[in-house]
């Protein structure tokens, strides 16, 4: 027995819009037994096998053009105006849990185009809340994932700056600080969720306590992947994990004290399962 000392860090796990959007899908398939979802409800393969179990069906947009008659949900991170378009030629009833923070950024960026003005969005191309922010704008915008990418496009000498949000709230100051020494002006909006800014902080402080960091996020998680390094910058003893099968017991010696944490996109029962497995360890 390694006689690990394991504890789970108690501000990681859902953030409110997923814990909404979820809770939004038992209800119906509590009642229903079955539902479609819009694109996976969470970037996280462990909950959404879960939730396949209790009859929800993933569904793209291709296969949403086919539906008639039917319930969809619409998870947090929100959908472009044609899906709701869709959704009334095919008499679909869109169960919308558009995260509350994500909705009030369509609607900045929205009026922001309306005011003609040059809008680049720091975030990650293909996306789904990107996918749905550039919607807004009939994909006019620039998508942009570092001050690298505006290398290669032409910038215009004043530009409207949103973010992703869930994106790095420092990284986001220190493009728009390049962007203004360059001679650039720009209108800087920091739109990133204030749950995601403040776990930043909380993580970089929790990972310190720690001999060993165990990670835990889905693949696909961006949010798992910025939340990820903000630990490995101050620990570098912390392992990415998105689920038990990936654990090795080498990373750790006899009495570690081991922190366990993970994104805004990992459900709390995972990392209580990752922390039985090394109790036993």
């Known amino acids: 027995m390694l006689n690990l000392n394991l504890t789970i860090d ?10 909404y959007a979820i809770e939004m899908a038992e209800e119906i398939l509590e009642t229903q037994g079955y539902l479609y979802c819009l694109g996976d409800i969470v970037h996280n393969d462990e909950e959404v096998n879960r939730l396949k179990k209790l009859g929800l069906l993933t569904i793209d947009h291709q ?50 185009f309306d005011n003609k003005e040059n809008i680049f969005l720091f975030g990650k191309q293909g996306h789904a809340e990107v996918e749905g922010l550039m919607g807004q704008i009939q994909n006019k915008g620039v998508v942009f994932a570092d001050v690298d990418d505006l290398n290669k496009a032409e910038v215009p000498q004043e530009v409207t700056i949103y973010t992703q949000t869930t994106k790095s709230k420092q990284r986001f100051h220190e493009i728009t600080n390049i962007l203004r020494e360059r001679g650039i002006k720009v209108s800087a909006h920091d739109t990133i969720c204030t749950q995601v800014a403040d776990r930043d902080n909380e993580l970089r402080k929790f990972a310190t306590r720690f001999d060993k960091v165990v990670f835990v996020a889905g693949t696909k998680s961006s949010n798992g992947k910025v939340l990820y390094n903000v630990c490995k910058e101050v620990n570098d003893q912390t392992y990415f994990v998105s689920n038990q099968t990936e654990l090795k017991l080498e990373w750790f010696k006899q009495g570690d004290k081991v922190g366990i944490c993970g994104a805004t996109s990992t459900p709390m029962w995972l990392m209580e399962e990752i922390k039985g497995v090394l109790e036993q360890a």
């Open 10 to 19: 108690s501000h990681s796990g859902f953030c409110f819009g997923v814990v």
């Open 63 to 112: 296969k949403l053009a086919t539906l008639k008659n039917e319930y969809v949900l619409i998870r947090a991170h929100g959908e472009p105006p044609s899906t709701y378009q869709t959704a009334i030629e095919n008499n679909i009833t869109l169960i919308d849990a558009t995260c509350p923070v994500v909705l009030k950024l369509q609607n900045r960026i929205r009026k922001s």
